[in-house]
């Protein structure tokens, strides 16, 4: 399936956050196009019509200060309508790229220029085919890359099940490059928050060897409201609020009829989260120390 196949359009949020503080960030989101200028490779999933305008229209109706656009893996790793965003946003926006592991050190040099403060190696496998999300570039290319990545000051993201993040940011500790876990770091929710494996997570981020997003579309039961994800949200949110961010995951692809509103997913943030202090620490400030933007955090 590729882009000529028919674009689908994304779910628009219906409304503002209820309690986003003033520069809150959303960092995990996706842009898809425009196709004329961006047309995507190969896709396990309908393409979302998600341009850059689109995209700031979202932060907007939210409320949304600034956000992180992460390279969807049916651009591969032609970072193309990542970086047209980026220029799009004015500054509102960060990247976070794909790169192979031979790409050179002035490629990643343009990068960091064009706005990319980060890299993503997706080692999860897409459900159609048992195998890697075509385009996705996975962690074996991390530490080739990552002696550059630190001297730029690139951090890494990683989507991968939870006992692999544990594995891996082991692995990749002494890089001296700050890892980043998508989705709570992908736990079994059937396991729950006592498992072995959650509670290794529990301990590195606790010891600051890494940062998790809380982004719960990937792990809950939208069916329930996400309440078989909360307990492993509300161990992160108690072990280790300064190492945490918030995401949303728009334009939510491969969900479909169930993708929930942005604004929702806010909302059940800050219910969970109902410290104001405890909010802005994860919403404002952790992204702007992370992403060391020159902003005062």
């Given at each position: 399936?590729?882009?000529?196949?028919?674009?689908?359009?994304?779910r628009?949020?219906?409304?503002?956050?209820?309690?986003?503080?003033?520069g809150?960030?959303d960092?995990?989101?996706?842009?898809?196009?425009?196709?004329?200028?961006?047309?995507?490779?190969p896709?396990?999933y309908p393409?979302?019509?998600?341009p850059?305008?689109?995209?700031?229209?979202?932060?907007?109706r939210?409320?949304?200060?600034?956000?992180?656009?992460?390279?969807?893996?049916?651009?591969?790793?032609?970072?193309?309508a990542?970086e047209?965003?980026?220029?799009r946003?004015?500054?509102r926006?960060?990247?976070?790229?794909?790169a192979?592991?031979d790409?050179?050190?002035?490629?990643?040099?343009?990068l960091h220029?064009?706005?990319?403060?980060?890299?993503r190696?997706?080692?999860r496998?897409?459900?159609?085919t048992g195998?890697?999300?075509?385009?996705?570039?996975?962690?074996?290319?991390?530490?080739?890359?990552?002696?550059?990545m630190?001297?730029?000051?690139?951090?890494?993201?990683?989507?991968?099940?939870?006992?692999d993040?544990?594995?891996?940011v082991?692995?990749?500790?002494?890089?001296?490059?700050?890892v980043?876990?998508?989705?709570?770091?992908?736990?079994?929710?059937?396991?729950?928050?006592g498992?072995?494996?959650?509670?290794?997570l529990?301990d590195?981020?606790?010891d600051?060897?890494?940062w998790?997003?809380l982004?719960?579309?990937r792990?809950?039961?939208?069916?329930?409201?996400?309440?078989?994800?909360?307990?492993f949200?509300?161990?992160?949110v108690?072990?280790?609020?300064?190492r945490?961010?918030?995401?949303?995951d728009?334009?939510?692809v491969r969900?479909?009829?169930?993708?929930?509103?942005?604004?929702?997913?806010?909302?059940?943030?800050?219910?969970?989260?109902?410290?104001?202090?405890?909010r802005?620490?994860i919403?404002?400030?952790?992204?702007?120390?992370?992403?060391?933007t020159?902003?005062?955090?």
């Amino acid at each position: 399936m590729t882009t000529t196949d028919g674009a689908v359009p994304p779910r628009m949020p219906t409304r503002a956050a209820r309690d986003f503080p003033a520069g809150a960030w959303d960092c995990h989101s996706h842009v898809f196009g425009p196709f004329d200028r961006f047309p995507t490779g190969p896709s396990t999933y309908p393409i979302p019509d998600a341009p850059a305008g689109t995209y700031l229209g979202m932060l907007d109706r939210t409320g949304t200060a600034r956000g992180m656009l992460v390279q969807p893996a049916p651009y591969g790793n032609d970072t193309s309508a990542l970086e047209h965003a980026l220029a799009r946003s004015e500054g509102r926006a960060v990247g976070v790229g794909v790169a192979t592991a031979d790409c050179p050190a002035g490629e990643l040099a343009r990068l960091h220029a064009a706005g990319v403060r980060a890299l993503r190696f997706n080692d999860r496998i897409a459900p159609a085919t048992g195998a890697r999300f075509p385009g996705a570039v996975g962690t074996e290319a991390f530490r080739a890359l990552a002696p550059v990545m630190r001297e730029l000051g690139i951090h890494a993201q990683i989507w991968a099940g939870l006992e692999d993040c544990v594995r891996l940011v082991d692995e990749f500790s002494g890089t001296g490059v700050p890892v980043v876990l998508d989705h709570l770091a992908q736990p079994d929710v059937a396991a729950g928050p006592g498992s072995a494996a959650f509670r290794a997570l529990l301990d590195r981020v606790k010891d600051g060897a890494a940062w998790v997003k809380l982004t719960l579309c990937r792990v809950g039961d939208p069916d329930r409201g996400y309440a078989d994800a909360r307990p492993f949200h509300d161990a992160l949110v108690e072990a280790a609020p300064a190492r945490l961010l918030w995401g949303s995951d728009w334009p939510f692809v491969r969900m479909g009829e169930s993708a929930p509103d942005v604004a929702d997913l806010a909302d059940l943030f800050c219910d969970w989260v109902d410290d104001a202090a405890l909010r802005r620490q994860i919403l404002v400030h952790n992204p702007r120390r992370l992403v060391d933007t020159g902003l005062r955090a």
